[in-house]
């Protein structure tokens, strides 16, 4: 993550923690540049936009994966191998999120700061 300044937001965490996040930002970041297109099923994008989306994806996701998905040449294929690879923490993040939820309390917090933090990190 040498090129960290130029990136538009957080790389893709070789975990996938940020998995959800990143894909929002992908995908808004691709409709403001008029790429949605390129990560859709049968797309006529032209080899300039395929290119152009597949240096976005391949600059916003972690090293080690860079290297994994190294012979990817397709912006589509990319997308579909990290969705079919992180998809499944939807499963396990909103159980997570719901305890969370259950558990919120007001009183646990020394501010209203650290309580509205805390509350919006879950509804994320």
């Known amino acids: 993550m040498a090129n960290i300044k130029n990136q538009k937001f957080i790389a ?3 975990l996938g923690k940020n998995y959800l996040s990143w894909v929002l930002d992908v995908k808004l970041h691709f409709s403001a540049k ?5 990560i859709k099923e049968d ?13 976005f994806l391949r600059h916003h996701i972690d090293d080690g994966m860079k290297y994994e998905y190294l012979t990817v040449e397709n912006p589509l294929e990319l997308w579909q191998n990290l969705h079919y690879r992180f998809e499944h923490l939807k499963v396990i993040v909103l159980p997570k999120a719901l305890n969370d939820w259950s558990q919120l309390r007001f009183q646990d917090f020394k501010t209203v700061s650290e309580y509205n ?3 919006f990190k879950i509804v994320s």
Not at 43 to 55: C, D, G, M, Y
């Open 43 to 55: 797309n006529a994008a032209s080899n300039e936009e395929r290119a152009t989306a597949l240096i």
């Open 34 to 38: 008029k790429l949605r297109h390129t």
């Open 12 to 14: 893709l965490d070789i």
């Open 117 to 119: 933090y805390t509350l």
